[in-house]
C-alpha cells in the first residue's frame, strides 16, 4: 500500500517527536566541569536513557562495590553517605582516588580507584633499546629510582648470561642503600605532615637534599639517574665520594634523634598512629603486601635475606619488624631500617673493591671513552651499540629486589632482538594499595590521611 504525502509527513512528525522525547530524557555529566549541554569533547561523557540506573550512580560516585566485607548495621541507604577524596587530594600523595561510605564518622567501605596518571611505561618499554630502558623504569618510583634501574638491569643480564665486576655490585649496593634512606625520609616526613607535625616535613627533606646532592655528584642527576645499566654503572662513583658517604654517614644518625625528640613521647603523634590503620599478618599476606607494611606485621620477610642479590648478603645487617600492623609501627619499622641502611653503606664504603665497574663483554658494555679518540674500531662499536643497540638471546626472566615500599619485580620476555618483546613490573604500591580497605574498614574518617601516608604509595608506581 502506497502512503499519501499527508501521511508520510505525520509519519516523519512522529519520528521527531519521540526523537525530542528521548533526547530530554538524557542525563549529560560533564566530566570537563561545563554546565553547557551542547558542548561536547573528548573528556565528557552523557548518560542515555539507555544506561541503567547503577551505571548512572556508579559514575556519579553514589555507590560503593563491596567485595571484600560483610556487615549488617540495619541502617537505610538515606543514613550512609559516599564522599570522594582526591585525586587530586594533595593527602593522597598523587592521583588516587577514593569513595568511601560513611557512616556518621565512621568508615564502613572504602573503594580505592586508580588510572589516572596511566603512564604506560611497560608498552613503552616495548619500543626502546634494551640499554634504553633504564631511562623508562627508572621514572615509575620516582622516590627510588635506582632500585627501578637496578630490578631491570638484574633481568637484562639474567637474559644475557654475563658476570658483573664486584666493584659494579658494591657501587649498586652503596646506591640503592642510599636511595632507601632517601625515599624512607620522605616517607616519613610527608607521614609527619599529613597528621600535622610541619616540622617533620622541613627535617625529612633537610636530610634528603644531602643524598640527592651526592647522586648528583655521581650520576650528573637529583632524579631519574638511568646510572644503574646492564652491565654494571654509566660511570664510577665521583671524586672524594669517600668523604660524601662519610658526611652522610655522620650527620643523619644526628636528624634521627631529633626525630624521636620531636615523635616519640609526642601524645598526639601517638594518639594518631597507635592502633590507627591496623592490618593483620594474614591479611597482608592474603593481599601480598610486601616492605615496612608487611614487616610491621611482624612477618620477617625481606628478599635482601631471603633472595639476595648484587652481593648484598655479604653485609650484616638485621630484618626489622613490628607486632601491630598499625601507622605507628610502619613509621618505626622505617626509622629503623635507616639505620640499618647506613650500616650497609658504611661496610660498603669501607669494603670497596678496586677494578672495572663495567663488565668486560664488549658486546654489551661501550668502549672506554679514551679509546674512541685513539681507534677506528671501537668508534664505530660506540656507535652501532648506542644505535642499534645489544641483542638479547630469546627467553624469559622474572627478577626481583626489595625496593623501599616492598617487592619489586621485572618480568621481561625476549625474542632475541634488541628490543624486549614484553615487560612487567611488580610495583609494591599497586599491591599496598590493595590493602587500603581492610585498614580503613570501621575506622574514623580523620584516620583516612594517617592510613595512606603509612602505606607510602607511589602512584607513578601504580599507573605505569
Known sequence: MTQTNDEKQGTEETADHTFERERRRVVDVWLTGTEESDYTDEASQEFTAEDTERMKKEQLGAVVDNDYLEYETGLDDDERMIVNMGPQHPSTHGVLRLQIELEGEIIRRTKPIIGYLHTGMEKTAENLMFMQGGTNVTRMDY??????????????????????????????????????????????????????????????????????????????????????????????????????????????????????????????????????????????????????????????????????????????????????????????????????????????????????????????????????????????????????????????????????RGELGCYLVSTGGSRPWRMHTRAPSFYNIQGLPTMMADSLVSDTVATIASLDPIMGDVDR
Not at 234 to 243: C, E, I, T
Not at 299 to 306: E, F, G, H, T
Not at 333 to 356: F, Y
Request: proline share 6%.
Open 143 to 404: 622516590l627510588a629510582p635506582l632500585h627501578n634501574e637496578l630490578c631491570y638491569s638484574l633481568a637484562v643480564e639474567e637474559l644475557l648470561g654475563i658476570d658483573i665486576p664486584p666493584r659494579a655490585h658494591a657501587i649498586r649496593v652503596l646506591m640503592t642503600e642510599l636511595n632507601r634512606i632517601a625515599s624512607h625520609l620522605v616517607a616519613i616526613a610527608t607521614n609527619g605532615m599529613d597528621i600535622g607535625a610541619i616540622s617533620m616535613m622541613l627535617y625529612g627533606f633537610r636530610e634528603r637534599e644531602t643524598i640527592l646532592a651526592f647522586f648528583e655528584k655521581v650520576t650528573g642527576l637529583r632524579m631519574n639517574h638511568n646510572y644503574i645499566r646492564p652491565g654494571g654503572v654509566a660511570a664510577d662513583l665521583s671524586p672524594g665520594w669517600r668523604k660524601d658517604v662519610t658526611d652522610i654517614l655522620d650527620s643523619i644518625p644526628r636528624r634521627l634523634q631529633q626525630y624521636d625528640d620531636l615523635l616519640e613521647k609526642n601524645p598526639i603523634w601517638l594518639e594518631r598512629t597507635k592502633n590507627v590503620g591496623v592490618v593483620t599478618a594474614e591479611e597482608a599476606l592474603a593481599y601480598s603486601l610486601t616492605g615496612p607494611i608487611l614487616r610491621a606485621t611482624g612477618v620477617n620477610w625481606d628478599l635482601r635475606k631471603s633472595q639476595p642479590y648484587s652481593g648484598i648478603e655479604q653485609y650484616d645487617f638485621a630484618v626489622v619488624t613490628g607486632q601491630n600492623g598499625d601507622v605507628y609501627d610502619r613509621y618505626r619499622i622505617r626509622m629503623e631500617e635507616i639505620e640499618q641502611s647506613l650500616s650497609i653503606v658504611r661496610q660498603a664504603m669501607d669494603t670497596m673493591p678496586k677494578g672495572n665497574y663495567m663488565t668486560g663483554d664488549r658486546k654489551v658494555a661501550p668502549p672506554p671513552r679514551g679509546r674512541i679518540d685513539e681507534s677506528m674500531e671501537a668508534l664505530i662499536h660506540h656507535f652501532k651499540l648506542f644505535t642499534e643497540g645489544f641483542r638479547v638471546p630469546a627467553g624469559e626472566t622474572y627478577t626481583a629486589v626489595e625496593s623501599p
